[in-house]
Structures are given as structure tokens and as C-alpha cells.
């Protein structure tokens, strides 16, 4: 008997896809886990997607992380910057409130004599897995200058599985400003059944768009940056692996997007060229 009444079978659509949930994971805890089964705040990011979209930079994208704050226009030119998560921060010339680690190793220095709180490494995501941004304290895990949090760059390991090797180029511009461009590339080996080794390399030029009015320079805050990794992994078996990698990231920057300015009585800048 049918006890559908007015029940109908939905027509299959043919060609249509199918969408997978892929499992998201994190070390953020120094152990491997699903993102959904961490009890502490954990933003990742895919170091992949950055790269397509030419985001290269903490400044690029950390718009995207729930509460993480960067300063860089009254900083120099060549990666320096001031970061803070849930606001904590103590000031620009002081001990950092936001740690810095890569692949589990602190990374950066812990006080202000090292301008710690201002030389922030900012690594090319073109060999990295992910990112992770943990929102603070956790000085628990990760020790001092994690009060406010801990951004942690997981690069990618190199794989028994096969050879494989990746090529990419990005041309870029900025408005009344000058031509940018990134070219990088990696290849992974595997050497045996135990042992791999991968290299990458990339080099960029971040455009300027600044012009100092007083000297006639244009594009005084472009950036150059350039770098690599060699990393070799062997697996003897599931539970027993080791790991030696070599990181390389230098970055070159002559002036800031920060324009200094006198001001008359009413408070109104008064342009440079003005005696």
C-alpha cells in the first residue's frame, strides 16, 4: 500500500558534483588533531590558498584571523611590524606579547633589547602547509611572549610517496604605484622507501606605492625578498621519524607607508615642501 500520498523521488541531476568536507589539522596542542577536537581558540590558514591569491604577507591576510591586530606604518621598510591578539600588547619597543614558532621551535627574540617585539618573521607561503594563529595566553605550551597568543608556520614535509615538483608566477601592481612580482618553486625526491628530501626557492618583490615628495624618490616602500628551504626527512617506520631542515629569508626594505608631517596651530598637516 503507498503511504507516500504526494511524496516524490527527486530526479538525480546528471553531472553534478559532489562536496567533500576535508579534515581540517592542527599541531596546536604539539600533537596531532582535528581542528574540531582542540578546546583552545585555533584559527588555520592554508598556506596554498595564501599563495594563489598572492598573499604573502602576515599584512596580506591577517585581516582573516579573528582578533589578531598588525601595525607596519610606523615601522621601516624590510619586515618589521607590530603584532597583538585580543589587543594585549605592552608597546612597540617592549618584551612581545605574541610568539612566533616554526614547527614547534620558538623562533624571534623574547625582549626588547632584540626588538622582539617588532622584527617578526614573515615566511613565504609558498613551502608551507599551514598556519596557525592561537589566541592566547599560552605560555603553557609555548613559554614566554605567548600572553596575547602564538602564530605557528608549519612547513611541509618531504614525502616517500614519489617524486613531485611545482612552479608558480604572479605578476601584481599597485595603483599610482609600481609592478610587483613572486616566482617560486619546490620539488620533493624520495631517495628510498625511508628517506626524501625536498628543496624550495622563491623570490619576490612586494611593490612600492610611496613617493617622497622632498627627495623625488617614487616607491620608497617596495620590499625584496628572497629564500629557501632544504628539508630531508627519514621514516623508518610509523611511530620513529626525524627530520633536519635548513630555512633561508631575507628581506630588503628601504622606507614604511608611515609619511611624517608638521602641523600648524589649527592641527592641519603642512606639506614638506611648504618652509
Not at 610517496?161 to 601592481?173: E, I, K, M, T
Request: glycine fraction near 12%; charge should be negative; aromatic fraction near 6%.
Amino acid at each position: 500500500m503507498d503511504q507516500g500520498g504526494g511524496a516524490q523521488s527527486s530526479p538525480s541531476v546528471e553531472g553534478s558534483q559532489k562536496i567533500e568536507l576535508q579534515e581540517i589539522v592542527v599541531t596546536a596542542q604539539k600533537r596531532i588533531e582535528r581542528l574540531q577536537d582542540v578546546p583552545v581558540p585555533v584559527t588555520a590558514l592554508d598556506a596554498e590558498t595564501l599563495a594563489q591569491r598572492n598573499q604573502n604577507r602576515l599584512q596580506d591576510y591577517f585581516a582573516a584571523v579573528p582578533g589578531l591586530s598588525l601595525n607596519a606604518g610606523s615601522f621601516g621598510g624590510g619586515g618589521q611590524q607590530n603584532l597583538s591578539i585580543r589587543g594585549l600588547a605592552t608597546g612597540s619597543f617592549s618584551n612581545p606579547t605574541v610568539g612566533i614558532a616554526i614547527d614547534d621551535v620558538p623562533f624571534g627574540a623574547s625582549n626588547q633589547v632584540a626588538w622582539g617585539a617588532a622584527l617578526i618573521p614573515d615566511l613565504d607561503p609558498g613551502d608551507l602547509d599551514r598556519i596557525e594563529v592561537l589566541r592566547g595566553p599560552q605560555g603553557t605550551l609555548y613559554g614566554a611572549s605567548s600572553i596575547g597568543g602564538l602564530i605557528k608556520f608549519v612547513t611541509r614535509d618531504p614525502s616517500v610517496d614519489g617524486p613531485s615538483g611545482r612552479a608558480q608566477v604572479l605578476v601584481n601592481g599597485v595603483q599610482h604605484g609600481e609592478l610587483g612580482y613572486s616566482a617560486r618553486g619546490s620539488a620533493n625526491v624520495p631517495i628510498s622507501d625511508v628517506l626524501a628530501v625536498r628543496a624550495s626557492g622563491f623570490t619576490r618583490r612586494d611593490p612600492g606605492y610611496i613617493a617622497n615628495v622632498s627627495t623625488g624618490q617614487h616607491d620608497v616602500n617596495r620590499a625584496d625578498v628572497y629564500g629557501g628551504r632544504l628539508s630531508v626527512l627519514w621514516k623508518p617506520s610509523a611511530a620513529v621519524s626525524l627530520k633536519v631542515a635548513a630555512l633561508l629569508q631575507n628581506t630588503e626594505g628601504d622606507g614604511n607607508p608611515a609619511v611624517d608631517a608638521d602641523v600648524d596651530s589649527e592641527g592641519f598637516c603642512i606639506p614638506p615642501w611648504v618652509t
